[in-house]
């Protein structure tokens, strides 16, 4: 985020004159919706936002909204936007990109701009599948995930896009899901953090990896089995009867049962959203009796790259001024005297 | 080139020469400072106003094993009193620090030529590292040179008893002494070098004091020893060259100050995003240190990162720049696409090494041509070009700058390993002298019915350049094929047909915007051009001057513009009987030629990892006139005797 004037602007105005061109259905419609909600909450400037992508169904995303935008190579995105937030830190960096993009072929330009930390918000949309190249596994799919280059099952072991981040330096690291109608909230958070925010957003793949998250957002399940983070709140879940507290004796969390909202009497931990390794645990958490973990999970801000990098120059070149003439003629010089050159040229 | 041994016909008495040029070669341990005395004696040698030229040749392990055969470092310069374009074919003098550096050197000095060597460093252990049976320095083999070899170590340890050192300190002084004792011998002023001891060992005045009693000590002993034996003093004469400021310039350091000043006259801040690799690192290192220019340097992730990384500046408004070597290049040739595909300026610096793969990391070749002229997917043309020495490495960087900004294009310029590391003259140019090419951005709509039109090209083919965080100015760009004005997505065939020949004419386009081809040496047309490109300059000059002297009807034309080719390229290659094409690789440039111009360019190719000797490019010429055919398949042999050399 930066520090500019709030503009007042409506959803219309961050819809660009581009037809849209996801599957019907694809989760991706209600992330481009949330995203074009929060835009006017959060007072955003169209002529100073940037949406940046890299390849895949989820990077088509910048034609989509009436900003500048710039659709880039196959998980490269993060080097881009580094490049546009150098060059100009008054720009509102918005970064576009999948499980495929950000954690396959860009995994390495994911972990160093969490590690860097460029103010920049990073929008991971897991769908858990490789959708435009027609539905082979990702580095997401868990394993037994049946594909056209896993016919029967994939054998690898999923990475934890949050988990990964937060091992990468990430100081703002939050869940949501397409669907759901916190997100704008989760975004307006990543937004207010001053620094990489990573925001892993579950997506719903109908054509290849259809209601692959069911086990947790469906109608009927989702109470059960999401826990929203609020700082300062207990990690209560389950309409308030159950509860995450911390096993003293593994140093692992664990589900307790509240009994009449007496989330004290149980033991229920409080979310800290600076308490790096609960963030650690909260992410890991596996399923079983255990909730996933949504909302802002860790937000701890240090200061950003590009401010550092300006700082740094700043220093460099204190008391320097720009002379190209002496720069050009630095270091041991001699003179020829127009005397010494009356041979002239030679052939 | 006269060698300083015929002065040992005459009398003991005449003691100075004059001879018009010199190369000496100093080599020694990869530990011993060889890099950093080449350079000393460089400085001194520009300070005296003779033209020279250097060629710094080190392994490419950090710190190979002491006293080994493959830790040898050796530095060569060609220094003289008329114009020096080539570091030497083979040393006159030749400064051996250990066994392993005679050893790996020797057989490249002339006949005749001079050995000093370090009798300190001829023990049995370090004979034995570097393969010796017994000491060369005493059982005849170097019969065919002069030889003078003195315990330098002890002489060395002797100067700097005074200051205390620790005896491996005090060693590291050896470099010194020996650098002094060559002050001596080539008639040089101390000064400057005792200037610069004292100004490098500011913190530390002892070893500041120690290594000027050893240099002072080195001079003295070529003074006062009064060697009966090949050691003498020569003098060479400055060269008379044009009136003004000089400073000695190597390509890396030229290729940064030319960015800088490129950037400056297109009125931009700069963008470097650059990642470690040999030997386009010094780059880098140069711009970090010239921030007040408004340059920003980034040290990426990875080359891809680099890459991207500027063209996310070059996006955002900024000059996009990145270097690399060969390996490097191929990460970046996706991003390149991407440039190419969105139009948006960026300048990509290949200091070329032999390949392929990670192939000869300190060495030189000419063998990236083809990957910069053609090598990306898809139709994916891009302006290239090549400067010819250190010291115009300056204006080809400002030159990229221009085409860059101007018609909204990636370009890659190209330099080598030699053209990188090897320094000469340079005449400082005052900038008030050069052109400015100002950057206008579009600040308003051009289109007044309706949405900006970021495709919409002038008359030259070229996009306007929209920065974000201008108002009202909105729109998309990215890698999928656009719509002709808008930019929206459209891969339709007419459209993709369209604008891959509207990217291809831009770039063609260009060919109007350079200076016209001109013929460096000898006529416009004739019986046999020797084309060239590249740091290749030095060798085929010369040799076409010798030709020429002997009343060979031969020219010399230089390639900057690589791609797009000069307009008059075509014509000026009519002009002759025969092309002849040397080149550091398999012949890539001769087929672009071919290609072209359906010219029947021979090629003459060397792919040792060495540049030319000028002897080989001369005996190419000479047999196209006396009907003696030349190397079989247009290959030089390989010559183990030149830096650098293939055993090390």
Redesign the interface.
Known sequence: MNDMTPIQTTLKDWE???EVRWCPGCGDYAILKAVQRTLPMIGAD???T?F?SGIGCSSRF??YV????????HG?A???????????P??DVWLVTGDGDGMSIGG??T??VLRRNLDCQIMLFNNEIYGLTKGQYSPTSRVGTSSPTSPVGSVDRPALPCAFALGSGARFVARGYDVSKDLPEVLKAAHAHKGAAFIEIFQNCIVYNKDRFDDFTAKGVAAENQIWCTDGEPLLFAKGTKGLSLDHDTLTLKVVDVVDGDWQAADVAVHNVKNRGLAHMLVEMPFGPFPMALGVIYDDPRPTFEGE?VAE?AK??EG???N??K????????????K???????? | MASITAEQEKPASVQEASPEAVVVRFAGDSGDGMQLTGGQFT?ST??A?NDLATFPDFPAEIRAPQGTLFGVSAFQINFGS??ITTAGDAPDVLVAMNPAALKTNVQALKPGGLVIADTGEFSKRNLDKAKYETSPLEDGSLAKWDVLAFDISALTLEAVKPFGLGNKEALRCKNMWTLGLALWMFDRDRE?LVN?LKTKFAKNPVLADANIAALNAGHAYGETAELAGPLKKLHID?V?????????ITGAEAVS?GL??GA?LAEL?M?F?GYPITPASAILHNLVK?????V?T?Q???E???I???????????L?VTSSSGPGIALKG??M??AIM?ELPLVIVNSQRGGPSTGLPTKTEQSDLYQAVYGRNGDAPLPVIAARSPADAFECAIEACRIATQFMTPVMLLTDGYIGNASEPWL?????TFEPFPVKFLEDTNNPDG?VLPYKRDERGVRPWI??????????????EKAIDTG??DYSPATHQAQTDARKAKVDGIAAAVPAQDVCLGNENGRLAVVGWGSTYGPIHQAV?RARRKGYDVSHIHVRHVWPLPANMGDLLAGFEKVLVPEMNTGQFKTVLRDQFLVDAVPLNKTSGQPFAIAEIEEAIASFFDGVPGHAEGEVPVNDTQLPNPEA
């Open positions: 660009s004159d581009q169209p002529k100073n940037v940046v910048p034609y009436e900003s500048y935008g710039f659709h880039t190579i490269r993060p080097a881009f936007a580094t490049g546009i937030k150098l060059a100009n008054e720009l390495n330009h972990m160093h990098v120059r460099l070149i320097k001024t720009a190209l003439g720069l050009l003629s630095k270091g041991q010089t001699w003179t020829v005297e127009e010494d050159a009356a041979h002239g040229l030679m052939d | 400085l520009a300070l106003g008329s114009e400057p610069w400055p008379p060259s044009e009136p003004g400021l000089y400073r000695t100050l800088v000043a400056q801040p963008f995003g010239m921030k007040e220019f408004g920003t980034f990426a992730e990875d891809i990162a680099a991207c990384s500027a063209i996310g500046a070059s996006y955002a408004g900024q996009g996706e991003a696409g991407l969105t400082v140019p005052d900038p008030s949405k920065k974000p965080g201008t108002a009202d100015l909105m729109h998309r760009v990215g890698g999928i929206d997505l001057r």
